[in-house]
């Protein structure tokens, strides 16, 4: 039987998560949550669209379009996403839920189309130079000897660091507190001189993953230093969204958190696997994931480009937004907090 194409909705909702589940290539940024998060946090229109075969659901496709004055139009699978791009268990439902993305493409005169792929790219889309990698790593079995645990999991001078910490009267906890998490997120962003995200992001993903995500916290003397909002999935723990206060350093403070996120995810969820995200290469976070052991693997961001477009260079790399990002981390924090979300919509 022919391909048929069929929105996301609420009537086959469950189907199209059980598919995901299901394929080994399937990703936590795959589920069909994600469509009204977006839709809600940052009023961006989806295109969600599953392949129906022979009355099953053969393939899925998250599409989201981000058109902003400041940062172009998009059609993207899948913004604020790391991994994105159809999944498919049939090569006919594969060919079918790229038709459907080329005519949307042409429909809504999007001069971009944009997969972001793990393992390889497209064959016979243009590719974005190397920037953006990803960092994933088994986590070893626990003994519950927490000396033994680190030695298996943590390089010998995270592990020290993590020891020092201990020693310093942190505090740590792992619950759903938006709050702290975006005390300490918005402040760390701003000092990297990136905007923030809306604290109604934040929000909207812990109600629509109430079972596969939370937050760990380190406070010292009981101020949040740095914080954590961590997704589960499938075996599988991803520390997200997280950053740290310009006291956080000192502390150690980062490194005790995923250690936590490390050891609690093994211990209470089965995890065997630690997905650090994708950093940019040549940043801080990219050397700091680096030394925790991890060894980046580059994401391929595939376009199809209208006739004269090119592929899109919102990042902090691009030298046009250097002066932007050196004001940006002078500002107030308030000001930062005030103005950033209605900047970051363009930029997921």
Not at 221 to 246: D, I
Request: net charge positive; aromatic share 12%.
């Amino acid at each position: 039987m022919s391909v048929r194409i069929r929105p996301l909705d609420e009537t086959n909702a469950i189907a199209w998560d059980a598919f995901v589940r299901a394929l080994p290539e399937g990703s936590f940024f795959h589920l069909s949550a994600w469509a009204k998060v977006i839709a809600q946090s940052f009023g961006h229109a989806t295109h969600y669209a599953l392949a129906e075969q022979d009355g099953a659901v053969v393939g899925v496709l998250p599409l989201v379009r981000m058109k902003t004055l400041l940062f172009g139009d998009l059609l993207a699978s899948t913004p604020y996403c790391v991994y994105g791009g159809g999944l498919a268990a049939t090569s006919e439902g594969a060919d079918a839920l790229n038709e459907y993305a080329f005519e949307l493409q042409a429909k809504l005169r999007t001069p971009c189309l944009e997969y972001r792929r793990f393992g390889a790219a497209d064959p016979g889309w243009v590719e974005r130079p190397a920037l953006y990698y990803t960092f994933r790593k088994p986590i070893a079995a626990l003994t519950g000897d927490d000396a033994k645990d680190m030695a298996a999991n943590i390089p010998r001078k995270q592990r020290a660091e993590v020891r020092k910490a201990s020693k310093r009267g942190l505090e740590i906890h792992t619950n759903r507190d938006v709050d702290a998490l975006f005390r300490v997120y918005a402040e760390s962003v701003r000092n990297l001189g990136s905007p923030v995200f809306p604290k109604r992001y934040f929000r909207a993903l812990l109600e629509a993953f109430p079972e596969e995500s939370d937050v760990t916290t380190v406070l010292h003397n009981g101020q949040a230093v740095a914080s954590v909002l961590s997704f589960h999935y499938k075996q599988e723990v991803l520390p997200y969204y997280g950053g740290g206060t310009r006291e956080a350093r000192g502390l150690a403070a980062a490194d005790v958190m995923y250690w936590e996120v490390m050891r609690r995810a093994a211990r209470d969820r089965g995890a065997t696997m630690f997905d650090f995200g994708r950093s940019k290469a040549d940043t801080g976070a990219f050397a700091f994931k680096k030394n925790w052991g991890f060894e980046p693997e580059q994401l391929h961001y595939c376009y199809r480009l209208a006739p004269g477009a090119k592929v899109p260079d919102n990042n902090p790399n691009n030298p046009k937004f250097r002066y932007f990002i050196s004001a940006w981390k002078r500002l107030p924090l308030p000001v930062a907090n005030a103005i950033g979300p209605h900047l970051v919509r363009g930029l997921g």
